[in-house]
T-cell receptor, first 114, second 114 residues
Framework: DTAVSQTPKYLVTQMGNDKSIKCEQN?????MYWYKQDSKKFLKIMFS???????INETVPNRFSPKSPDKAHLNLHINSLELGDSAVYFC?????????????FGQGTRLTVV | AQSVTQLDSHVSVSEGTPVLLRCNYS??????LFWYVQHPNKGLQLLLK??????LVKGINGFEAEFKKSETSFHLTKPSAHMSDAAEYFC????????????FGAGTILRVKS
């Protein structure tokens, strides 16, 4: 019974396309995140939502738009994909929005833009 | 300023010998500290966490880490390496001055030789 699940696991698409990655957590957590892992394996936060509200928005191009329909879901939509968007995107969740606790990660979505 | 520094990008040990992965952090407050492991093409798994309780923290798979405030360090150790420990390890810090997010180190790749 997967705690944090992302789909798809792999995504290959052409430049200029629009794509979405979905994430769901069944842990009952209040906070969800999107992280990007680049080709050098460096992980950086992109967005954080607490109970469907955006609380962290790092310096991410506005082609990236997160959407949280409820606190168990946080989807990532990317418009006009560029080669530099190729990376592994991880969704994560954590139990408390006001405290710093560990995050539970999904398996990642490997996005390749060609 | 760098929030978390992993001092070695690669560490190579022989099976059965001790493992030491070094991590230093910068924080003006009492941080929360974590170690995560990522096996090739897999997601991130929490190994252990420090959140202001005991300074010596035991994690899964025989790993331990010691929080040393005076040295601002949180090194990861294991008495005896196993082939299955070969992976990338991330030291992660959460602190008030970084907002409600986890900040990742650049990672250390652990290689275990037979």
């Amino acid at each position: 019974d997967t705690a944090v699940s992302q789909t798809p696991k792999y995504l290959v698409t052409q430049m200029g396309n629009d794509k979405s990655i979905k994430c769901e957590q069944n842990l009952g957590h209040d906070t969800m995140y999107w992280y990007k892992q680049d080709s050098k394996k460096f992980l950086k936060i992109m967005f954080s939502y607490n109970n469907k509200e955006l609380i962290i928005n790092e310096t991410v191009p506005n082609r990236f738009s997160p959407k949280s329909p409820d606190k168990a879901h946080l989807n990532l939509h990317i418009n006009s994909l560029e080669l530099g968007d190729s990376a592994v995107y991880f969704c994560a969740s954590s139990p408390y929005g006001g405290q710093i606790t560990e995050a539970f990660f999904g398996q990642g979505t490997r996005l390749t833009v060609v | 300023a760098q929030s978390v520094t992993q001092l070695d990008s690669h560490v190579s040990v022989s099976e059965g010998t001790p493992v030491l992965l070094r991590c230093n952090y910068s924080s003006s407050y009492s941080p929360s500290l974590f170690w995560y492991v990522q096996h090739p093409n897999k997601g991130l798994q929490l190994l252990l966490k420090y959140t202001s309780a005991a300074t010596l923290v035991k994690g899964i798979n025989g790993f331990e880490a010691e929080f040393k405030k005076s040295e601002t360090s949180f090194h990861l150790t294991k008495p005896s390496a196993h082939m299955s420990d070969a992976a990338e390890y991330f030291c992660v810090v959460g602190a008030m001055e970084y907002g409600n997010k986890l900040v990742f180190g650049a990672g250390t790749i652990l290689r275990v030789k037979s």
